[in-house]
C-alpha cells in the first residue's frame, strides 16, 4: 500500500470485521463453557453401562474438545484483525500529511 492509499483508505469493513469476530469469539466462549460443564460435565456423572456409554463418552469428550478449538482459533482471528486495524490505524496518522 503507498503512502496516498493508507491516507485515504477507509477501514470500516475491517471496523466490522474485527466487531464481528469479537462477538464470535464471545458466543463460542459460552458455547465452549456451556459444553465442558453441561455435556462434558452430565456425562460424566453418568452412570452408563456397556459399549454405548464408552462410546457416547468419548463422543461427548470429543464434540466439547471441538468448541474449545473453535473458540480458539476464533479468538486468533479476532486479534489478528484486531492488530491489523490498530497497526493500520497508526501508520494512518504516523504518515505525514502532503499539502
Do not use: C
Request: cysteine-free; charged content about 35%.
Amino acid at each position: 500500500m503507498d503512502l496516498d492509499a493508507l491516507l485515504k483508505a477507509d477501514f470500516s469493513l475491517l471496523d466490522d470485521a474485527v466487531d464481528d469476530w469479537s462477538t464470535m469469539v464471545k458466543d463460542l466462549e459460552t458455547l465452549k463453557e456451556e459444553a465442558e460443564k453441561g455435556l462434558r460435565g452430565t456425562a460424566n456423572k453418568a452412570e452408563w453401562a456397556g459399549v454405548n456409554a464408552d462410546v457416547s463418552k468419548e463422543f461427548i469428550g470429543k464434540t466439547t474438545e471441538e468448541f474449545k478449538d473453535a473458540h480458539g482459533q476464533a479468538d486468533s482471528i479476532y486479534k489478528i484483525l484486531r492488530d491489523t486495524r490498530k497497526r493500520a490505524e497508526g501508520l494512518q496518522g504516523a504518515a505525514p500529511r502532503r499539502h
